[in-house]
């Protein structure tokens, strides 16, 4: 059978497959288009079946926010390697993810892998792509901010770190947020506020320092002043508005907003495998 260039080019964009499998592929379906994509997918569904149990720890983070700043999104997708997610197919394809959940903003992963992409579920669409690139391909997790304020998004260069700020207020909430975002991204805080760090997480840091200057010797009495005092010094290294700001560390995060009439209300930071 004779398979003609464009044939062969017309099968390539349509699958995104490459143009000796594309014209393998016509070769077998006898110059039939459609049975060709069909044999080209199911080689895919095969590489993906036999992927299905390798990791898949490289890869990137992707965001996304509607044009009124109203709603973000932040989304971390997977590749076996790093070679891949420098890939501009994949880039291209965890964005296209990314700005799916931010237009149906599905509950779960299991609602987001049935979302329809481009005619196909997402799932078929991971199993399309790794079929394609030849290493798995998958979606770990997102998040979706709604809020009646703003949602700033940050992506650390490399897109292996990526942050979603809340933030409310009258100030100019766009830059403040990204600043906020940007320190998120940089020292890893464990809660936006001392409010927000889980209780057992304070009494665990607590127990810490009492142990701690138990063994050196302090008297009994004075233990939970000074395990307080240690728990007072976690806040302020490990609490978002209470770290000094990168930026001007004679104030806090928390000056800084108050200084500019914005509020944070939360954050939301992925970093890649974390």
Not at 54 to 81: C, F, P, Q, W, Y
Request: proline share 2%; charged share 30%.
């Amino acid at each position: 059978m004779n398979i003609s260039a464009s044939d062969v080019k017309r099968l390539r964009e349509s699958t995104g497959v490459g143009m000796m499998d594309c014209k393998a592929a016509l070769v077998e379906a006898e110059g039939d288009f459609e049975q060709a994509v069909e044999l080209l997918r199911k080689k895919g569904q095969k590489v993906a079946a036999k992927r299905a149990d390798r990791d898949a720890k490289e890869g990137l983070i992707a965001v996304a926010t509607t044009a009124d700043n109203t709603t973000g999104v932040i989304v971390e997708v997977n590749s076996e390697t790093d070679f891949v997610a420098r890939n501009e197919e994949f880039v291209t394809f965890a964005q296209s993810i990314a700005d799916r959940v931010l237009a149906a903003r599905p509950a779960d992963l299991d609602a987001l892998r049935a979302l329809d992409l481009d005619g196909r579920t997402v799932a078929d669409a991971l199993t399309d792509i790794t079929g394609k690139i030849g290493e798995k391909i998958d979606v770990r997790r997102f998040s979706v901010v709604e809020t009646d304020g703003e949602v700033v998004a940050y992506v650390h260069p490399g897109a292996k770190l990526g942050v979603l700020v809340e933030v409310i207020g009258e100030g100019d909430r766009q830059e403040s947020g990204r600043d906020v975002a940007m320190q998120a991204a940089a020292m890893n805080p464990v809660a936006a506020t001392r409010a927000d760090v889980p209780a057992e997480v304070s009494e665990k840091e607590l127990e810490i320092g009492r142990e701690l200057a138990r063994n050196e010797g302090k008297p009994e009495a004075m233990l939970d002043r000074i395990a307080q005092g240690k728990l007072e010094r976690y806040y302020k290294d490990n609490v978002l508005t209470e770290q000094p700001f990168v930026k001007d560390s004679s104030q806090t995060v928390s000056q800084m907003l108050q200084s500019r009439g914005v509020e944070l209300r939360r954050f939301i930071r992925f970093a890649l495998g974390d």
